[in-house]
């Protein structure tokens, strides 16, 4: 590597460090604090991958096996905890928000990059006191990763180390989406309109602005409980006239905002990565940026959907049903805007892509589902059954974590400046591709013949199912390994990149690779939209321009 | 970080030149991150009367009850200290704008000296209901009706959180005191200033609505 990237020099927020690894604890610069959060969660993401084995082995023949059925209820609840909170929550926004919002806008980092720092450590103390909370006491809470009120103010577990983490995980979030409003607010370079943003930016927009706004009900609720459960104000115990209901209400009015806020950003993603493999330019550019803003308003309003069998008067259930059929329109047409993409265009059929090719699918499946779901009949009948568990995975696993393995090798040569080994990603992607199937598919079936979620045990006749899951599980896990050691592989062996690797468009292309501490040496004037293709190539190249007298 | 303060111009294909915001430097978007802040305060608060709502429709009787042994005298002392504090804050902000520094920082003490006051006539009305045995969980609470439990649940909830906010106000008056000292905040950058006056706006605007739900509701019962 010829030019001086991240990796070799960095600011810091006290000063100078001689310490490399007080030069990473400390830096402020955004593509660092990227790295940073990707260590934490992958960390993480391996703990939770690793309790949900353990479950689906407790699983795989009826009768206790290696849990207890207490232990289940704490497994299930950490795999939740560490899943949602930890890991797909920050996911996208945290790692490739942070790397590529500023770059991607032509800005040399994010408004306010202290404050970004401060929200990596609110991150890893949120990530300490979950983790801490399984060795003290009576263990990790087994509430669920909901907490529902009344057995969350009852239960003996440390509930409220779960939840002080959770409150502060969310605080972090918080002050992300405010950076990242702020940045794409006040930070676009010259020229670049709302409508010259790249899609992903749009994404991560409409993402910070629910990061804003619902996050802090969720805050206010956590708080509620632990007062609740410390010094009994009674908001929640029907002994003293309160109303464990309302608990519900106000955790999903966060809550179910926050799988948009998984899924958005995700959906960024998608749009960034059709275009480049398609060679041209997207179909309904305007209409993906404003469905993301339309996804996230109306996803505000259809909490109940979670409340259908809690007990709701009819005329509620009818319109948060309504409501839930409307909010798959705005997806419906992102979906339908790549695939008119696709339609015609010269596919280059790279892992990124393959994996967006896969995620189509499994999403599709996820989302209908969702759609069953929301269906009030229906849904009586498929409450709390394995149904749900495979709706959800299907959504959250098929949908926003292959969205950010397609990330992953899309933006790999920018991270690391080098390239993964092609073949062996795709054999990769088939492992997990077909391993997940295998592990969810039979879960709907399961669950319409009506096997309860989160039991330990089960009826005979329901062993099949698990049993093909557990394999799945197994096929899964293996490929996700493989997928993580031939991306560190390509670290040391992989060829170098370039500056381009795929021909793409935005800005974070046309800089080098890794980028340089404060990306632009000079600010480039956009005056034209993110995705210009003219027969397959590229029509704007700003890369002499961005590194003039250098 | 030493940015020298130098501005970055980039030119578009017509010539024309375009300035490049500092990120380092922008006090404009402090202030919008600031009010981005102040919505998530809002929505932290909004859940709180959310719930207060809630139950105030299904125990309304017990609630106006309730709020009638609250001690609409001190509770209206001390929505005024707190106003006053307010006009203390807005003044010192435009004396600041104005140069005048010493002036400033008056009408800053002056706030806090308010904002203590408050907390202090809110101590002596929390004793007084401790005093007669009403707190969260106690015995005697416990065995009145269940809306009355409730209201003195969210009564010493959300004047709590209230507090802890007013508390907050006066660490962060101190704070801004020490940097105007440091010359950090001077009379050309003062948006850390502008952010506090505009937090101890949202504190303010908060209690003139606890007041009348609280207190006021049950006026003439």
Known sequence: ?550 | MDHSSEIEIIYDKQGNPHEVIDFNDDDEGSKLGFWFFLFTELMLFGGMFLVFTFYFYRYTDNFLEASATLNIVLGGINTFILLISTYFMGMGLINFKNGEVSKAKVKIVLTIVFSIIFLTVKYFEWMAEIHHGIYPDSEILNAKEHGIILFFGLYFTMTGLHGVHIIIGIALMVWVILLMNRGTITTKKYVIFENVALYWDLVHMVWVFLFPLFYITGLGR
């Open chain 1, 1 to 550: 590597m010829t030019h001086k990237s991240f990796y070799d020099e960095t600011h810091t927020v006290f000063g100078h460090h001689e310490n490399k690894i007080l030069q990473w604890i400390f830096s402020i610069d955004h593509k660092r604090i990227a790295i940073l959060y990707m260590v934490v969660m992958f960390a993480f993401f391996a703990v939770a991958l690793l309790v949900a084995l353990t479950m689906r082995i407790e699983l795989f023949f009826p009768g206790e096996q290696v849990l207890s059925p207490d232990q289940f209820n704490q497994a299930f609840t950490l795999h939740g905890v560490i899943m949602v909170f930890l890991f797909i929550i920050p996911g996208i926004p945290a790692i490739f928000g942070n790397f590529l919002l500023p770059i991607m806008i032509g800005a040399k980092d994010v408004s306010f990059p202290r404050l970004n720092l401060f929200s990596w450590w609110l991150f890893l103390l949120g990530a300490i006191i979950a983790l801490s909370s399984l060795f003290v006491g009576n263990g990790f809470a087994d509430t669920g990763w909901t907490f529902y009120a009344p057995y969350s103010t009852n239960t003996e577990t440390n509930v409220i180390a779960a939840l002080t983490a959770a409150y502060i995980l969310g605080m972090a979030s918080i002050l992300t989406g405010i950076n990242f409003v702020v940045t794409i607010h006040r930070l676009r370079a010259p020229g670049m309109g709302f409508f010259k943003m790249p899609l992903f930016v749009w994404g991560l927009y409409s993402t910070a602005w629910i990061q804003v706004l619902a996050t802090p009900v969720i805050g206010i609720t956590l708080i509620l409980v632990i007062i609740e459960k410390t010094i009994g104000i009674g908001i929640f115990d029907p002994a003293k006239g309160g109303d464990p209901i309302l608990y519900e209400h106000l955790f999903w009015i966060y809550s179910h905002p926050a799988v948009y806020l998984m899924i958005l950003p995700a959906f960024g993603v998608v749009s960034e990565i059709v275009p480049t493999f398609c060679r041209r330019t997207i179909f309904g550019y305007r209409s993906i940026a404003i469905s993301s803003a339309m996804i996230s308003i109306i996803g505000y309003l259809v909490w109940g959907h979670h409340l259908f069998s809690s007990g709701m008067s009819e005329w509620a259930k009818v319109t948060f049903s309504f409501l839930t059929f409307f909010v798959s329109i705005p997806t419906g047409i992102k979906f339908f805007d790549w695939i008119a993409t696709m339609y015609k265009g010269s596919i280059v059929m790279k892992t990124p892509m393959l994996w967006v090719v896969g995620t189509i699918v499994t999403f599709a499946i996820g989302g209908l589902t969702g759609v069953v779901l929301a269906t009030l009949g229906i849904t009586t009948h498929l409450h709390d059954t394995y149904y749900v568990v495979a709706h959800f995975h299907y959504a959250m696993f098929g949908g926003v974590v292959f969205m950010m393995f397609a990330a992953f090798h899309y933006w790999y040569p920018k991270f690391v400046g080098r390239m993964y080994d092609e073949t062996k990603a795709k054999i990769a992607f088939w492992m997990i591709f077909i391993g997940f199937n295998v592990l969810w598919f039979p879960m709907f079936i399961a669950g319409i013949l009506g096997m309860p979620r989160r039991y330990f045990d089960y009826l005979p006749e329901f062993t099949i199912y698990h049993q093909i899951s557990g394999v799945g599980a197994v096929l899964t896990l293996s490929g996700i390994a493989y997928m993580a050691y031939v991306l560190i592989k390509g670290l040391k062996n992989g060829e170098i990149a370039s500056a381009n690797p795929w021909n793409a468009t935005t800005l974070e292309w046309q800089i080098d690779s890794p980028p340089p501490l404060e990306n632009f040496r000079n600010t480039p004037y956009i005056d034209f939209e993110p995705y210009d293709y003219k027969d397959g190539v590229p029509v704007h190249n700003l890369y002499d321009e961005i590194h003039k007298g250098r």
